[in-house]
């Protein structure tokens, strides 16, 4: 994207000639006059309709309608800014409160006033505002063919007001009509979508159906690599990695901890805090400036936005977040069109039903609720990427969690999945048309922390969950499960700790589970193992629905199948391979998944097809995640294509280096001391052509 130069020293502080010309020129009172008229055809449909839908009125003559289009247009004049500042003071769930009732209210009064007395009664009154505002929100998103031309209108609008404010604090005029100039310094952009393959993206964009992403790489301002998530391939693990470099430091979606007998999962907030604080050591990709939105973990930032390890919706600071609940086109919109998705699933759910699509999972129940709230978020996320890019913030890390959430339940390749990434595409689209308003020069990248594969689950081709298969192993062996072998019981924990519920604990993250022996306070080898249930180990390994079974043993850990073994460590096999249907890259990913923390006493991964690249997932999902098989560990990185990257991306944590040397490149990040070392993909001396990336006028999204 080329840069245009200024003069201007400061872009803040123009002459009240400047401003009057800003001000009157025609191409701006052309917009606003088409913004009013469009307001006010809307508002005159959406009155229209809600009065001859409203039982009890009487047939409104036409002047008495425009009176109360001109009445709803003052009040909402008067009344959305206040109510701004009522949201913005409030913050957080306050926030969100308000701006549910913000539209409402300005309806209510309008009504109220109107001279006609068209309706009458406070409940009748509130009725007949709630339908309005259903009917606005239909119409405008209609109007707009569902585009998102209003969404970005207010936004731009919301990022001119965040750099107005911010030239006023530096000494610029109380009042400026004068548009903000871009920004020139460089800023970087990170928007992660989430459970994107590399190859489902590579096929969309060949079938047409991302133009953004797709104008982007066909035009060579951007390159995709495609980078190889290991073992678990989970969102945490990953963002462990990209975020703070620190991957081992979590073994699975869930894990349960022997010391302190914990059960962790690592969305749930408080356990996220947790896992934070051993990941940070204040050096995460984030730490200079830079702004966290919608992520697991924060990465070191000085602004978090929804993340999940802080625990908090945005507070009163989150301007974007006020804006977004007190605007017509931001909450209400959102909500609206929520509502709409939910029959949009139960109408798909029901097409998959009715042709016996396979393999399928119930979409009902919870799921229902995740299908509007991801496009809410969706819309909020971008909407505080704008105010921090109008902010000017160095760097901006942001996950955008539909296709993901989506993909889970019907099928990483399934149209629902790639109508959702369709959506994400078109969100690009919109940060792309922000950039001129912003207070830098923002680069984008765009990333994935891991993909999906698909399959019928272990329980339904089974017809046993993966907790019943090992219960019933170790159904004759209870009593020897509640003995500790002789080497063991010096390691007893203290008498006053609780016992765990259960002897064995399977905690499964996709068609990854990890398999736990509560009672004995360490992690166990084979031998221990088989002394406590000795049908377990073997009895797994020569079930039809699991592919490898990892346990430690005098010679390192080792993977067993039905037919064989693979010792990790010196690649010695026995019988036939286990890992053959998985890829070369397996036995790395499983000796390096042994050196995470809290990894289980056994490590379960479930069979793969090497002909349909189907798994089994331990949970109810029929697009999994965590394990290894098919397109679940081929994440992908979009990046602008002058610049330098490292040749072999393995792993979030050399995502997270690769990141770091570009924030480097920009000027955004002091190099690190030591993180230029031998081992890194990239040396210090390889930086200097890189640098001409930034300077350069060709587009880069």
């Not at 994207?1 to 400061?10: E, F, G, L, N, Y």
């Not at 969100?427 to 399959?455: F, K």
């Not at 390096?592 to 379960?604: C, F, K, P, W, Y």
Request: charged share 20%; aromatic share 6%.
């Amino acid at each position: 994207m080329a840069v245009s130069r200024h003069t201007d020293p400061d872009p803040f502080v123009p002459g009240w000639r400047s401003d009057l010309r800003a001000l009157f020129a025609w191409r701006r009172v052309v917009t606003r006059m088409r913004a009013v008229l469009r307001s006010a055809l809307t508002t005159f449909v959406v009155l229209t309709l809600t009065l001859w839908l409203m039982p009890g009125v009487a047939s409104t003559d036409i002047l008495d309608i425009l009176g109360l289009v001109v009445l709803v247009a003052a009040v909402g004049a008067v009344l959305r800014p206040l109510l701004l500042l009522g949201i913005t003071a409030l913050g957080g769930w306050g926030a969100m409160l308000l701006g549910v009732v913000a539209q409402i209210a300005v309806m209510v009064i309008a009504l109220e006033l109107d001279p006609a007395e068209q309706i009458s009664g406070f409940p009748t009154l509130v009725l007949a505002a709630v339908l309005a505002v259903v009917v606005a929100a239909l119409l405008d998103w209609m109007a707009d063919s569902g585009s998102d031309d209003t969404f970005v209108r207010e936004a731009r609008r919301l990022m001119r007001g965040v750099r107005r404010r911010a030239g006023r604090r530096a000494g610029g005029p109380l009042f400026s009509f004068r548009r903000p100039r871009p920004g020139t310094e460089p800023g970087l952009l990170m928007v992660q979508l989430d459970g994107v393959a590399e190859p489902v993206l590579h096929w969309a964009v060949r079938a047409g159906n991302l133009p953004t992403l797709g104008h982007w790489l066909r035009s060579g301002s951007h390159s995709v690599r495609r980078w190889h998530t290991g073992l678990p391939s989970t969102t945490p693990a990953s963002q462990a990695g990209i975020l703070h470099g620190a991957s081992r430091q979590i073994p699975g979606f869930r894990w349960y901890e022997k010391e302190t007998g914990k059960l962790m999962v690592s969305n749930r907030p408080r356990d996220a805090a947790i896992i934070e604080e051993r990941l940070s050591d204040g050096n995460g990709l984030l730490r200079d400036g830079g702004v966290s939105i919608s992520n697991a973990f924060s990465g070191d930032a000085v602004t978090n936005l929804l993340t999940v390890s802080h625990a908090a919706l945005p507070g009163r600071s989150a301007r974007g977040w006020a804006a977004f609940m007190a605007s017509p086109y931001g909450f209400t919109r959102a909500l609206v069109l929520g509502v709409a998705e939910v029959f949009t699933e139960l109408h798909q759910a029901r097409r998959q039903r009715r042709r016996n699509l396979q393999p399928r999972v119930s979409r009902s129940g919870a799921f229902l609720a995740l299908r509007p709230a991801s496009m809410l978020l969706r819309d909020v996320n971008v909407s505080l990427v704008a105010e921090q890019m109008a902010r000017g913030v160095p760097a901006i890390y942001c996950d955008l969690v539909d296709y993901d959430e989506v993909a889970h339940h019907a099928g990483p390749a399934r149209p629902e999945s790639m109508r959702q990434l369709e959506s994400l595409d078109a969100m690009l689209s919109v940060l792309e048309r922000l950039t001129p308003e912003a207070a830098r020069r923002y680069h984008l990248v765009v990333l994935s922390d891991h993909g999906q594969s698909q399959g019928a689950t272990f329980r339904q081709r089974y017809g046993a969950t993966l907790d019943e298969v090992v219960d019933g192993l170790a159904g004759a062996d209870s009593a020897a499960g509640l003995r500790m072998p002789a080497e063991e019981e010096g390691k007893a924990e203290p008498e006053n700790t609780p016992p765990p519920a259960v002897p064995l604990l399977v905690v499964s993250s996709g068609n990854l589970s990890m398999i736990y022996l509560t009672r004995f306070p360490h992690r166990l080898d084979r031998a221990a193992i088989d002394h406590a249930y000795p049908r377990l180990v073997d009895g797994l390994a020569a079930h039809p629905g699991v592919g490898i079974v990892v346990v430690q043993t005098g010679e390192g850990p080792v993977a067993y199948g039905s037919a064989g073994s693979h010792r990790l460590r010196d690649g010695v096999v026995t019988g036939i391979d286990p890992l053959l249907p998985y890829g070369p890259a397996a036995c790395h990913d499983l000796l390096r998944h042994q050196s995470a923390a809290h990894v289980g006493d056994l490590v379960v991964i479930s069979a793969f097809d090497p002909v349909t690249h189907e798994v089994a997932a331990f949970e109810e999902l029929v697009g999994s995640h965590g394990g290894l098989g098919g397109w679940q560990t081929d994440a992908m990185l979009v990046h602008p294509s002058g610049w330098p990257i490292a040749r072999d991306l393995d792993g979030p944590d050399a995502v997270h280096r690769q990141l770091v040397e570009w924030l480097v490149m920009l000027g955004l990040r002091k190099p690190d001391a030591g993180a230029l070392g031998a081992g890194d993909p990239l040396r210090a001396g390889d930086l200097g052509p890189a640098r001409s990336a930034r300077l350069s006028p060709s587009r880069e999204g």
